[in-house]
């Protein structure tokens, strides 16, 4: 079973047109779970932690919330140059220094 | 600011031969790790460093190995090199694991024929 699931895997919008990704994940007890951007050919981009439920950040039209099952990263009238694959992972308590991904999802917006 | 630097960019590999990853970073962090991403899978950690001579496994350590003699430099190495192995390899590094505000390489896509 993955232990972080991200939806949709991929997502079409029109330039203006809001709408939310999802990061659902299974661990055990949350240290941190984490948002990146990867642009092709690129490495990834850090953009948010989080650590506790209830916890929100934003960065220009992004925010990213998170409940304690699963984390949302917002994005308001997104522009053509938010298109990206923005990536999820999770760090688990324990002492680990392992973040487990999810797949991604490759998000395109449309001018 | 170079921040990570990853060689070489891309390469091409016949079965068997071997190679080094060479990742630098110029931030002074403590933690640096090695990932690979296959098409359509999350990125996995492979070796992962606390800070100088130290050293330990990921998810998928198996035909790799790595060092850590500085504290800047982390090179990879996969030794008989198999198809299995054709990947992009990402090298990153963080100040520390409760910050830990990862910086990526721009990646090393290696092909083994």
């Known amino acids: 079973e993955d232990q972080v699931t991200q939806s949709p895997e991929a997502l079409r919008l029109q330039e203006g047109e809001s709408s939310s990704l999802n990061c659902s994940y299974t661990?055990?007890?949350?240290?941190?779970l984490f948002w990146y951007r990867q642009d092709p050919g690129k490495g990834p981009e850090f953009l948010f932690t989080?650590?506790?439920a209830g916890e929100e950040k934003e960065k220009e039209r992004l925010k990213a919330t998170l409940t304690k099952k699963e984390s949302f990263l917002h994005i308001t009238a997104p522009k053509p140059e938010d298109s990206a694959t923005y990536l999820c992972?999770?760090?688990?308590?324990?002492?680990?220094?392992?973040?487990?991904f999810g797949k991604g999802m490759k998000l395109t917006v449309n001018p | 600011n170079a921040g990570v630097t990853q060689t070489p960019k891309f390469r091409i590999l016949k079965i068997g031969q071997s190679m080094t990853l060479q990742c630098t970073q110029d931030?002074?962090?403590?933690?640096m790790y090695w990932y690979r991403q296959d098409p359509g899978m999350g990125l996995k950690l492979i070796y992962y460093s606390v800070g100088a001579g130290i050293t330990d496994k990921g998810e998928v350590p198996n035909g790799y190995n790595v060092s850590r003699s500085t504290t800047e430099d982390f090179p990879l190495r996969l030794e008989l090199a198999a198809p299995s192995q054709t990947s992009v390899y990402f090298c990153?590094?963080?100040?520390?694991?409760?910050?830990?505000?990862?910086?990526f390489g721009q990646g090393t896509r290696l092909t083994v024929v």
């Open positions: 931030m002074n962090h403590n933690y």
């Open positions: 990153a590094s963080s100040y520390s694991s409760t910050n830990t505000e990862a910086f």
């Open positions: 992972a999770v760090q688990e308590q324990g002492g680990s220094e392992k973040l487990v």
């Open positions: 661990v055990s007890g949350l240290r941190g």
């Open positions: 989080l650590y506790s």
